[in-house]
Protein backbone atom coordinates (compact mmCIF):
# COMPACT_ATOMS: atom_id res chain seq x y z
CA UNK A 1 0.00 0.00 0.00
CA UNK A 2 2.73 2.33 0.32
CA UNK A 3 4.17 2.05 -2.81
CA UNK A 4 0.87 3.03 -4.55
CA UNK A 5 -0.03 5.67 -2.01
CA UNK A 6 3.80 7.01 -2.68
CA UNK A 7 2.76 7.27 -7.07
CA UNK A 8 -0.24 9.06 -5.79
CA UNK A 9 0.88 11.15 -3.59
CA UNK A 10 3.34 12.00 -6.53
CA UNK A 11 1.63 11.93 -9.49
CA UNK A 12 -1.99 13.66 -8.18
CA UNK A 13 -0.65 15.55 -5.16
CA UNK A 14 -1.78 14.70 -1.36
CA UNK A 15 -5.01 17.15 -1.17
CA UNK A 16 -6.90 16.48 -4.85
CA UNK A 17 -8.96 13.31 -3.67
CA UNK A 18 -10.27 12.08 -7.09
CA UNK A 19 -8.28 10.18 -9.61
CA UNK A 20 -9.49 10.88 -12.99
CA UNK A 21 -9.38 8.43 -16.21
CA UNK A 22 -6.17 10.80 -18.03
CA UNK A 23 -4.86 10.88 -14.62
CA UNK A 24 -4.38 6.57 -15.33
CA UNK A 25 -1.62 6.49 -17.64
CA UNK A 26 0.77 7.97 -15.10
CA UNK A 27 -0.58 5.60 -12.29
CA UNK A 28 1.08 2.36 -13.35
CA UNK A 29 1.79 0.65 -9.58
CA UNK A 30 -2.35 1.12 -9.35
CA UNK A 31 -2.97 -0.04 -12.77
CA UNK A 32 -1.06 -3.58 -11.98
CA UNK A 33 -3.34 -3.67 -9.02
CA UNK A 34 -6.49 -3.36 -10.14
CA UNK A 35 -5.24 -5.80 -13.30
CA UNK A 36 -3.54 -8.11 -10.32
CA UNK A 37 -6.97 -8.27 -8.60
CA UNK A 38 -9.15 -8.69 -11.77
CA UNK A 39 -6.73 -11.56 -12.34
CA UNK A 40 -7.40 -13.06 -9.19
CA UNK A 41 -11.09 -12.32 -9.08
CA UNK A 42 -12.59 -11.58 -12.28
CA UNK A 43 -15.71 -9.14 -12.56
CA UNK A 44 -18.21 -12.23 -14.58
CA UNK A 45 -16.66 -15.52 -13.35
CA UNK A 46 -18.26 -17.45 -16.44
CA UNK A 47 -18.22 -15.89 -20.17
CA UNK A 48 -21.40 -15.78 -22.18
CA UNK A 49 -22.61 -18.53 -24.59
CA UNK A 50 -21.15 -18.83 -27.30
CA UNK A 51 -22.18 -21.70 -29.86
CA UNK A 52 -19.94 -23.38 -32.21
CA UNK A 53 -20.36 -23.00 -35.92
CA UNK A 54 -18.55 -26.26 -37.34
CA UNK A 55 -17.13 -29.20 -35.97
CA UNK A 56 -13.39 -28.81 -33.61
CA UNK A 57 -11.44 -30.29 -31.74
CA UNK A 58 -10.95 -28.89 -28.04
CA UNK A 59 -7.99 -30.44 -25.64
CA UNK A 60 -8.71 -33.95 -27.87
CA UNK A 61 -12.67 -33.49 -27.37
CA UNK A 62 -14.73 -33.45 -30.60
CA UNK A 63 -17.42 -30.03 -30.09
CA UNK A 64 -19.89 -31.08 -32.60
CA UNK A 65 -21.47 -27.67 -34.60
CA UNK A 66 -24.21 -26.00 -32.53
CA UNK A 67 -22.72 -26.85 -29.25
CA UNK A 68 -23.55 -24.12 -26.95
CA UNK A 69 -20.57 -23.09 -24.88
CA UNK A 70 -19.93 -21.49 -21.71
CA UNK A 71 -16.21 -20.83 -20.29
CA UNK A 72 -15.03 -20.59 -16.43
CA UNK A 73 -13.23 -17.51 -16.90
CA UNK A 74 -11.97 -17.65 -13.16
CA UNK A 75 -10.55 -20.99 -13.83
CA UNK A 76 -8.99 -19.50 -17.11
CA UNK A 77 -7.10 -16.83 -14.81
CA UNK A 78 -5.88 -19.47 -12.76
CA UNK A 79 -4.55 -21.70 -15.52
CA UNK A 80 -0.90 -22.22 -13.97
CA UNK A 81 0.95 -19.58 -15.71
CA UNK A 82 3.73 -19.26 -13.14
CA UNK A 83 4.97 -19.91 -9.79
CA UNK A 84 3.01 -17.47 -8.13
CA UNK A 85 -0.33 -17.43 -10.08
CA UNK A 86 -2.35 -17.43 -6.89
CA UNK A 87 -0.06 -14.67 -5.07
CA UNK A 88 -1.30 -10.83 -4.96
CA UNK A 89 1.76 -9.51 -6.45
CA UNK A 90 1.04 -6.17 -8.97
CA UNK A 91 4.71 -7.03 -10.42
CA UNK A 92 3.58 -10.01 -12.18
CA UNK A 93 1.13 -7.59 -14.69
Same mark, same amino acid.
Given at each position: ?? *??Q?E??F??? *? ?7 ? /?? *? ?8 ? *? ?16 ? &???? &?I? #?????? #? ?11 ? /???G ?5 ? /??K /??
Amino acid at each position: MR *KVQQELNFHIG *KHRLLVTES /DT *KNLVYLQSII *KETLHLYPAIPLSGIHKT &TEDC &TIN #GFLVSA #GTWLIFNLQKIHC /DPLGKTLLNF /DPK /DL
